[in-house]
């Protein structure tokens, strides 16, 4: 079993900084893929990043430049630094994980989620 537990939200000035972090726990090898999923009251969920286990990222294009991840293989982390924060930035933040490879080398089924985070920028 795996769980996720993201840290980090609150409430934030425009133009001011976050740092996100996620805690992935449980019979874990590795993991492939982890990323950062954000909602926001009325809209779809959305990609915010990704990261692979080798280090590739990928940004939604509002905020590239802005937002950074990152991630720790051996601690099974993923943290999201959120630089020049702007309103439309508001959201539940939540950690994923996909590609998940247990102690005994086998792949779980399927991808994991956490709870979710509370990110709101507001003067």
């Known amino acids: 079993q795996v769980q996720l537990v993201e840290s980090g939200g609150g409430l934030v000035q425009p133009g001011g900084s976050l740092r996100l972090s996620c805690a992935a726990s449980?019979?874990?090898?590795?993991?492939?893929?982890m990323g950062w999923y954000r909602q926001a009251p009325g809209k779809q969920r959305e990609l915010v990043a990704r990261i692979t286990r080798f280090g590739s990222t990928n940004y939604a294009d509002s905020v590239k430049g802005r937002f950074t991840i990152s991630r720790d293989n051996a601690k099974n982390t993923v943290h999201l630094q959120m630089n020049s924060l702007k309103p439309e930035d508001t959201a539940v933040y939540y950690c994923n994980a996909d590609g998940v490879r247990g102690s005994a080398s086998a792949y779980y089924q399927g991808d994991f989620w956490g709870q979710g985070t509370q990110v709101t920028v507001s003067s």
């Open positions: 449980g019979s874990i090898f590795s993991i492939n893929v």
